[in-house]
C-alpha cells in the first residue's frame, strides 16, 4: 500500500481528485492539505472534510488550511466554484462532517505526517508548489521522506493558461501562483513527475463524458462528479475544459 499525502486548491478537479483517491483500495492517504488558490478555501476546505466523511470508507485522515498566500491569485470567476460545490445536498443531508480540521497550516501539518508516517510517501499535488516549498524551508531533511511528487503543474508547450493583461500567455497556472515556490521545489532532490498542461489534451470534459456521468446519477459518488463538473461548463463556454487534476 502507497502513503500518499494530497495537496490541492479545491476547485471543482481538485475535490473529484480527492473523491476517487479515497476508493483506491492501494492508497493509505494519509493528509490533505488545502491551499487558497483555485477555489477560496472558505469552500475547499469543509467540502474536502465533508467528501472524506461521506466517501471516505472510514478513514481516518485530517484536513489541514493553508495560510500560503499568491503572488498571482486566479480569476475570482474561476475559485467561486468551491462554494457552490461545498453546498451540495449530497455533502450536506447527513449533517456537519466528522472529519476533523488538523491543528497546524497544511505546510507545516505535510512536515508532520511525513516525518511520522512509517515508510515514505508520495505526495500528489494538483495545485501551486508553495505548501511544499514552505515546508523544505522549515526542514529541508523532509526530501528522505518523499518518495515521489506528482505535481500537476506547469508546461512543456509555448501556449498556457494564464491569460491575464500584461501577460504573454505562456504560463500555466498552478506554477504561476507562485513561480519561486516552483523553483524551490524543482532545485531540491526529489523525483518528479510533472503532469503538465499537454499531458492532459486526450482528456477533454466535452458533452459525451458529461451524459455518462449523467446515465449514472443513481450512485452517489457519480451524482457528485456529474454536479461538480456541471458548475464547471459556464466559465469555459469559449474554450475546452479538460480533467487536469484528475
Avoid at 443513481?218 to 466559465?235: E, F, N, W
Amino acid at each position: 500500500m502507497k502513503n500518499v499525502y494530497f495537496d490541492h486548491d479545491g476547485n471543482v478537479d481538485d475535490l473529484v481528485s480527492l473523491l476517487l483517491l479515497l476508493q483506491m483500495p492501494e492508497v493509505n492517504l494519509t493528509g490533505v492539505g488545502v491551499i487558497d488558490a483555485d477555489g477560496y478555501i472558505e469552500g475547499s476546505v469543509p467540502a474536502s472534510r465533508k467528501i472524506i466523511t461521506r466517501f471516505g470508507h472510514g478513514a481516518q485522515v485530517s484536513v489541514a488550511a493553508s495560510n500560503s498566500r499568491a503572488v498571482h491569485q486566479f480569476p475570482k470567476e474561476w475559485r467561486l466554484s468551491s462554494f457552490s460545490f461545498d453546498a451540495f445536498p449530497l455533502l450536506n443531508e447527513h449533517g456537519a462532517p466528522t472529519t476533523p480540521l488538523a491543528d497546524k497550516p497544511a505546510h507545516l501539518d505535510m512536515i508532520d505526517k511525513l516525518q511520522n508516517t512509517p515508510g515514505n510517501t508520495d505526495l500528489v499535488m494538483t495545485g501551486p508548489l508553495t505548501d511544499l516549498a514552505r515546508a523544505l524551508e522549515v526542514d529541508p531533511s523532509i526530501v528522505k521522506n518523499i518518495a515521489r511528487l506528482y505535481w500537476m503543474g506547469g508546461t512543456m508547450r509555448t501556449e498556457g493558461n494564464v491569460l491575464e493583461p500584461k501577460h504573454d500567455g505562456t504560463a500555466e497556472w498552478n506554477a504561476y501562483w507562485d513561480p519561486e515556490a516552483v523553483k524551490t521545489v524543482f532545485d531540491a532532490d526529489i523525483d518528479i513527475q510533472m503532469v503538465g498542461l499537454e499531458s492532459t489534451n486526450q482528456v477533454p470534459l466535452n458533452a459525451d463524458v458529461q451524459q455518462h456521468w449523467a446515465s449514472l446519477r443513481r450512485y452517489p459518488m457519480m451524482d457528485l462528479i456529474g454536479q461538480g463538473y456541471a458548475l464547471v461548463s459556464s466559465y469555459e463556454a469559449n474554450s475546452t475544459y479538460y480533467l487536469w487534476d484528475v
